[in-house]
C-alpha cells in the first residue's frame, strides 16, 4: 500500500512538470526526443513480441519464483500469467528500449533482470549482432526467457542465472566496456546505487544507462535523484517508467522530465 501511494503522489507530480519538444533546449535531446521517443514508428518484430506477450497472459501455468529483491533467498508460487501483467515492461516501454537499442547500436549490451524475457527480445531484437548479457536470479523464469529467447532465433544473448549480487562482479570482469545498461533487478537504493558504480567502471562517453521503475517507491526514487545529482552524468531524462542517462562530456549537466506514453 505504501508504494501505491507513493506512486500516486509521484505520478501527479510527474505530469505536473513533464514537458514536450517545446521545452528542450539541447539539441541531442531535442532529438532524442522528436525522433525516437516522442515517435511513433513501427517495427515488424513488435508485433510477434506482443504476440508472444499475449500467450503467456493466458497461460495457466505455474512457477517456482526465487527472488534475491528483499536481500535473502525467497520462493513463491507464481502463475506466468500473474507475472507477464505485473513484471513485464509494457509495449510502450520495451518498443522504446528497441528504439534506443537501434538507435546507439551497442557492441556491449547488459540487462539486470531478464524476468520471462519479454524486454531482452525488444532489446536483442534490434541489436542481433551485439554481445549481450542478460542476468536473473531466479532459475525458473531463466528457463521461460530461454525458450523465448530461441523462439525468436537470438543465439548472441547469454543468460547468467543466479544472486546478481555475485554474479554481476563476473560478467563484468568480462568486458572490456559497456555500451548500454538496463538496470531492472532490484529495486532498492542500496542496491541500484552499487550496481550503478560497478557498472560505471565499465562506462564510457557514449554509454547509455536506462534505469527501470525510477518512481516505483520512495526508496527507488531516492536511487534515481541521486543518479541524476552525480556530476559523472551529464545528461538525464526522467519518463517516469524508466529514465535515461548520459554521460557526454560535451553536453552541460541538464536534467529533463519529458512526457511520455498515455
Not at 20 to 39: G, Q
Not at 109 to 126: D, H, K, N, P, V
Not at 225 to 250: E, N, W
Amino acid at each position: 500500500m505504501p508504494h501505491l501511494f507513493h506512486r500516486f503522489v509521484s505520478y501527479w507530480q510527474y505530469r505536473t512538470k513533464a514537458g514536450n519538444a517545446h521545452h528542450i533546449h539541447s539539441p541531442f535531446v531535442f532529438e532524442l526526443y522528436t525522433k525516437l521517443i516522442d515517435l511513433q514508428k513501427d517495427y515488424y518484430v513488435f508485433d510477434e513480441i506482443e504476440d508472444l506477450r499475449a500467450e503467456l497472459i493466458l497461460s495457466d501455468e505455474k512457477i517456482e519464483v526465487t527472488d534475491f529483491g528483499a536481500g535473502h533467498n525467497r520462493t513463491r508460487t507464481r502463475g506466468v500469467s500473474f507475472i507477464t501483467k505485473t513484471s513485464a515492461k509494457s509495449a510502450a516501454t520495451g518498443q522504446l528500449l528497441f528504439k534506443l537499442v537501434n538507435k546507439f547500436q551497442p557492441n556491449t549490451m547488459l540487462e539486470l533482470g531478464t524476468s520471462l524475457g519479454i524486454s531482452t527480445l525488444y532489446q536483442a531484437t534490434a541489436r542481433r549482432n551485439a554481445t549481450f548479457y542478460t542476468l536473473e536470479g531466479c532459475p525458473n523464469t531463466a528457463q521461460w526467457a530461454a525458450k523465448h529467447l530461441k523462439r525468436f532465433g537470438l543465439n548472441n544473448v547469454q543468460q547468467i542465472v543466479g544472486n546478481i549480487d555475485e554474479t554481476l562482479p563476473s560478467v563484468l570482469a568480462k568486458v572490456e566496456c559497456l555500451d548500454y545498461v538496463l538496470f531492472d533487478a532490484n529495486h532498492r537504493h542500496e542496491p541500484t546505487m552499487r550496481y550503478f558504480e560497478l557498472c560505471f567502471d565499465k562506462a564510457h562517453e557514449d554509454s547509455l544507462f536506462v534505469f527501470d521503475d525510477i518512481h516505483w517507491s520512495a526508496d527507488m526514487q531516492r536511487a534515481w535523484q541521486q543518479i541524476c545529482a552525480d556530476p559523472r552524468v551529464t545528461v538525464s531524462i526522467d519518463l517516469y517508467d524508466v529514465g535515461l542517462v548520459f554521460f557526454r562530456k560535451k553536453q552541460p549537466k541538464q536534467h529533463f522530465v519529458l512526457q511520455f506514453g498515455s
